[in-house]
Structures are given as C-alpha cells and as structure tokens.
C-alpha cells in the first residue's frame, strides 16, 4: 500500500527529547502520534490507571434500576463529562491574542 506521508525531522537536545518520548508513553502513542497531535493542536491525554475504568464501572452500575431516575440521570452526565475530559483527545483552548506556540527568542 503506497501513502503520500512525508516525513519531518527536527532537532532537539538529549534531555527534550526524553521529556518528548516519557511525554509520547504517558499518553500511550509512540513519539511520532504524539508529536503528530501536539503539532495539530491536540493535547493528548495520559492513560489512566485502572482505578479509574474500575470506578467507571461502579457509577456506570448507578444508571440501573432500582436507582431513581434523577441519580440515573446524573450518573450518565458524570460519565459523558468524564469521557470527554479523560478520554477524548481535545483541541487546546487559545485564547484571543495568544498562541500554540512559543516564538524564538531571536531569528525571524
């Protein structure tokens, strides 16, 4: 199978490129995902420890009965919140007059 990806290449110091690569594990992606997305805008998000799917389960058991309707209810706004925020990789928020990026200190 024949791609069009190209590949891009930069330079960084032995101690950003392991903040680079612990950053890229953290999140579950190899280097070039996790580059790929911050470079899109994109923060990716850390995998997250067991606990955290254990107790999704748990709040997940609240939207059965004999729960009242009204904690049923609560419980899938909670669990949407929490998938969009822990779960789904999100554009970053800027700010108007702020930037992705930080400028060099000199150069163009």
């Not at 998000?45 to 209810?73: G, I, Q, T, W, Y």
């Amino acid at each position: 199978m024949k791609t069009n990806s190209k590949g891009i290449f930069f330079t960084a110091n032995e101690r950003e490129k392991e903040r680079i690569k612990k950053n890229a594990a953290k999140c579950g992606l190899n280097t070039s995902e996790y580059l790929r997305q911050r470079a899109l805008g994109y923060a990716p998000k850390a995998v997250l420890p067991d606990a955290f799917f254990h107790f999704c389960e748990k709040l997940d058991r609240l939207c059965e009965p004999p729960f009242s309707a009204e904690v049923n209810e609560k419980a899938v706004a909670l669990l949407a919140e929490m998938d969009k925020v822990f779960l789904r990789p999100q554009k970053e928020q800027v700010n108007e007059g702020e930037t992705l990026w930080q400028p060099p200190d000199s150069g163009p």
